[in-house]
């Protein structure tokens, strides 16, 4: 499975952005991840095949929303009120499992896309 990610941008804090990731195949659970300069990958939202479950990462709950589009092997990550910390190269990726928040649970991972927000 490849998995191709776009609509990253630089925006200024309280905008909104909405990431999309298209997948060459179906899979089961798709997430995204970002990692800052000098930090580890860290989760943000996750996302069950059928939709009917979803997780997010405690500093983006209430602010982000991932939904995925089955039938174009695409999920997107809605980004609202965005703050200075949210910036990092965001990451989708596509597990054959259920969600996790586990960087080493997804088996196929896209190339990234940047988000930088200014204050």
């Known amino acids: 499975v490849q998995l191709q990610a776009s609509g990253g941008g630089l925006v200024q804090a309280g905008a909104s952005l909405r990431l999309s990731c298209a997948a060459s195949?179906?899979?089961?659970?798709m997430a995204w991840f970002r990692q800052a300069p000098g930090k580890e990958r860290e989760f943000v939202a996750a996302i069950r095949w059928s939709g009917s479950s979803t997780t997010y990462a405690n500093s983006v709950k209430g602010r982000f929303t991932i939904s995925r589009d089955n039938a174009k092997n695409t999920v997107y990550l809605q980004m609202n009120n965005l703050k200075p910390e949210d910036t990092a190269v965001y990451y989708c990726a596509a597990s054959g499992r259920g969600p996790s928040s586990e960087v080493g649970d997804y088996d196929y991972w896209g190339q990234g896309t940047q988000v930088t927000v200014s204050s």
């Open positions: 195949g179906r899979t089961f659970s």
